[in-house]
């Protein structure tokens, strides 16, 4: 299938490209799949991202040949629904006993703003990767999800967070009495668990998840 996205003649710029190429495909677009389109490294890519430099007709070439998407006859501009964030993806946060950070490698890439539950442009955004099956059906092992960071707000009731627990990350959903926090998980194969007060300095929460990628 051919996928037309670009007006004749108009000027793409990466991070417009990163966006509408996942809104096409029906899955995220990050800067490597773009940096192996282009036979370019990753770094390369996000250097030209932060210096917002353009395609050149060359590269749109070797971009619609490796998607499979004609670039050049669309009758619509770029959308500006789109949210520009950061994706970790050597980040994974456990659905079960916990994950380690990796590596904090980044790269930026575009999100249709239709993929976030809810949005705020005051708010900061980033994807990571989810493992394990803990929170199944809602989260599943291999999904990506986008996270709306926490900027010292307080635990709202049932929510599901990103968070950081001595030194291991986990998603679940949260709950919070007085003096302790109590961990949940959706599949009810696993015990919740509780976060007494003498722990509750080991706890950090990262962000809210606010949407869920999941590749069919």
Known sequence: MSICILQKGSKMKIKNLTMLLTTALGEPVNQTMIANSLGITRQTISNRIKNDSELTVSELAKIEKYFNVNITNQVKGVSSNEVLINYYPD????????????????????????????????KDYSMINARGDSMSPFINDGDKLLIEHCNGEQIIDNN??????????????LSKNVDEIIV??????????????????????????TGIVRMI
């Not at 790269?107 to 705020?120: A, D, T």
């Not at 599901?160 to 959903?173: A, G, S």
């Not at 919740?192 to 809210?208: A, H, Q, V």
Request: glycine share 4%; hydrophobic share 35%; proline share 1%.
């Open 160 to 173: 599901v967070y990103v968070f950081c627990y001595k030194n291991e990350f986990f998603v679940k959903r």
């Open 91 to 122: 980040v994974f946060a456990s659905c079960g006993n916990g994950a380690i950070v990796f590596s904090e490698d980044k790269e930026v890439i575009s999100m249709p703003q239709k993929f976030f539950s809810r949005y705020s442009r005051s």
């Open 184 to 209: 949940k998980s959706d599949n009810n194969s696993y015990s919740d668990k509780i976060i007494k007060e003498s722990d509750l300095n080991d706890i950090s929460l990262i962000g809210l998840v």
